[in-house]
């Protein structure tokens, strides 16, 4: 039996545990350090990392680019491990210096928006797509984009993180945060069992919210989990997750701001749309 753990009158902050993100978390806000943020050509700059939050964003403002939308953007690789998102520039359009970060620039202020949730409704609202007008179809689209934003978190900050990166294993933790997670995979199971996409017959903001995370979990790019979590018994999550990949802005988008798997699913900064077809253009055939 493990030596049972008892919390001390008062909490401090043990830099050297932790395991592999120790060295990036503490218990304060604010900048570590002066860095001025790169801008590039376009309206919209985007400050991001290839993780499922930042994945939603350029999966958005790619869908965006296919629909005929003028979103052409800039996405600046925020490498979080190494510390960027506290940097003095960094800091000021986020103070909870988290990715992804948008900035919009066609206003004589240039606009931050923070959270991923917050960023894929305002460039909805602001193309006029991808997020119905009719107000029940909308509260459909609302109900399960905060479903996910509410999910998620237990899914990488519970799930993920006792299963792939806490220095031990701790059966009570990945126990507990396993058995919800397989709850919410059968919530979107379910769902998904009478339905197209995720909230009716149209693509919208929930579908590309909620790709990156359950969608990259059943097909096996997420924590390598996929025969632990038992993933191909939820069919109609499966079918949804291929459904979304198969189309080109998904394709596109998923490997803006990344260094990480294959030659062709690696782009650490995008600025034109010929910037990923090169990459994509190394994908065996």
């Known amino acids: 039996m ?34 001025t943020l790169p801008i590039g050509e376009h309206a919209l700059q985007l400050y991001s990392m290839g993780t499922p939050n930042g994945q939603k964003i350029t999966i958005m403002l790619e ?23 506290f940097s003095s520039g960094f800091v000021t359009i986020n103070p909870n210096s988290k990715i992804p970060v948008l ?28 997020l119905p007008k009719d107000i029940v179809k909308r509260a459909q689209v609302m ?46 199971d379910k769902q998904l069992a009478n339905n197209e ?36 018994d939820y069919t109609h999550v499966q079918r949804w997750a291929k459904a979304m990949l198969a189309r080109p802005a998904f394709q596109r988008g998923r490997i803006v701001n990344k260094t990480w798997g294959e030659a062709w699913e690696q782009l650490e900064n995008r600025h034109n749309a010929e910037d990923i077809d090169k990459v994509l253009a190394l994908q065996p055939k």
Request: proline share 5%.
């Open 2 to 35: 493990l030596e049972q753990y008892i919390p001390p009158e008062i909490w401090t902050h043990d830099a050297e545990s932790g395991g592999k993100w120790a060295s990036i978390n503490r218990p304060v806000s604010g900048a570590t350090h002066e860095k």
């Open 63 to 85: 869908e965006l680019l296919a629909l005929g939308k003028d979103a052409q953007y800039d996405a600046h690789m925020i490498k979080i491990g190494e510390g960027d998102q």
């Open 103 to 130: 900035v919009d620039s066609s206003y004589a202020t240039p606009l931050p928006v923070f959270e991923s949730a917050s960023i894929l409704v305002y460039l909805a609202e602001k193309f006029d797509v991808l």
């Open 143 to 188: 109900n399960w984009l905060f479903w996910l934003h509410g999910s998620a978190p237990y899914l990488g900050g519970g799930f993920g993180h006792f299963y792939s990166y806490a220095p031990e294993k701790f059966e009570y933790a990945i126990d507990r945060f396993t058995m919800e997670i397989k709850r919410q995979l059968d919530v979107l």
């Open 197 to 232: 996409f995720i909230a009716g017959d149209e693509l919208s903001i929930a579908d590309i919210a909620t790709w990156p995370w359950y969608g990259n979990l059943v097909l096996g790019e997420l924590y390598s989990a996929k025969e632990f979590l038992q993933a191909e």
